[in-house]
């Protein structure tokens, strides 16, 4: 009988990268490694949400104007104590803040990264138990080591992330990454409390029979997009034959189009002219990942959504993300 191949844990895999790249300092894996350890911890009150008092709102609206779970506030509560004590970040900006928060201690004004999150993505799902998600994207520090980060670190186009990814708390929990050089996939192996690779060098299909828009808002849509939905929808048994998906939450759409391929769109509608998905906390890390795995992203059905440059921290686009070949086709039919 054949004994199970042993698998890395996420510490031991960027400890390898580090020996595979002599010159890297070791602070990007660090910080890496920050992030899953707050995940675990967000991850337990995630599976015991149903029987512990932190289900719910509490109360209060945070700077998008929606309400606020009181998972939504233990979670980034945690990834902001998890990244201030660590060495290896200057400060961070996360969708629950109205302003970024810059790390003051010499350790953290040293180190080169800066970090943007939403703590929890898709906690409209949290009282229903369906897939939520944790969303993190790094840059490099603009401003001068030694000093306090600034606003400009953060204002970035998506094109300059050193690495992205999210954690999605589903049947199984996952850290997904991405690197520019490769998308690596790690699974919490709960009878050991790490991260294993399970899905090395991740790579999204060119195209599949998945798309995912949420058609109730479809009269609001642009006539364009509608189009681009419509070239979707068969109208006769001639054609192919596409699945419908919606979650209402990005990382688990992300996750899904990842793994089996598809498109993922959100377009501008109604009151939302500009877009509904953030910018910096959701479009962009979520774009460079998709990139990075050979897929494509683009804002308002046209321009490389990772070439733009963010006015504001909490600026909203509308965001087209999947397989390649379909995002071509949409692209093609909305110019």
Do not use: W
């Amino acid at each position: 009988m054949k004994m199970n191949q042993r698998v890395m844990t996420l510490d031991e895999f960027t400890i390898q990268e580090l020996r595979n790249y002599p010159g890297a300092t070791g602070q990007l894996s660090g910080l890496l490694r920050d992030i899953g350890l707050a995940a675990k911890r967000v991850n337990v009150e995630v599976n015991k949400a149903g029987i512990a008092d932190i289900l719910g709102e509490v109360g209060k609206t945070n700077v998008q104007g929606e309400s606020v779970k009181k998972l939504d506030e233990f979670a980034n509560d945690q990834l902001i104590n998890s990244l201030g004590t660590s060495i290896y970040c200057c400060g961070v900006a996360s969708e629950e803040n109205e302003d970024f928060i810059p790390f003051t201690d010499e350790h953290s004004m040293n180190s080169k990264y800066i970090v943007l999150i939403d703590p929890l993505d898709g906690s409209g799902n949290i009282d229903v138990n369906v897939s939520i998600g944790t969303i993190f994207a790094v840059y490099r520090r603009l401003s001068p080591n030694g000093s306090p980060c600034t606003r400009e670190d953060f204002l970035q186009p998506g094109n300059q992330q050193i690495a992205a990814g999210y954690i999605i708390y589903g049947s199984s929990t996952m850290l997904v990454y991405a690197t520019r050089r490769s998308v690596q996939g790690f699974t919490l192996d709960p009878s050991i409390g790490e991260f294993c690779l399970s899905h090395p060098n991740l790579r999204v299909p060119e195209e599949s029979d998945i798309f995912s828009v949420n058609v109730g808002y479809y009269h609001l849509y642009e006539e364009k997009v509608r189009h681009a939905i419509d070239s979707f929808m068969a109208k006769d048994a001639s054609q192919k034959v596409y699945r419908h998906r919606f979650v209402g939450c990005m990382v688990s759409e992300i996750h899904r189009t990842l793994i089996q391929g598809g498109i993922f769109m959100y377009p501008a509608f109604g009151k939302y002219i500009n877009g509904r998905l953030r910018l910096c906390y959701e479009c962009n890390p979520m774009s460079f990942l998709m990139e990075k795995a050979g897929g494509m992203a683009l804002a308002d059905g046209e321009r490389r959504l990772l070439d733009i440059k963010p006015d504001e921290l909490h600026q909203r686009i509308p965001i087209f993300i999947g397989s390649k070949k379909m995002v071509e086709a949409v692209q093609t039919i909305i110019r």
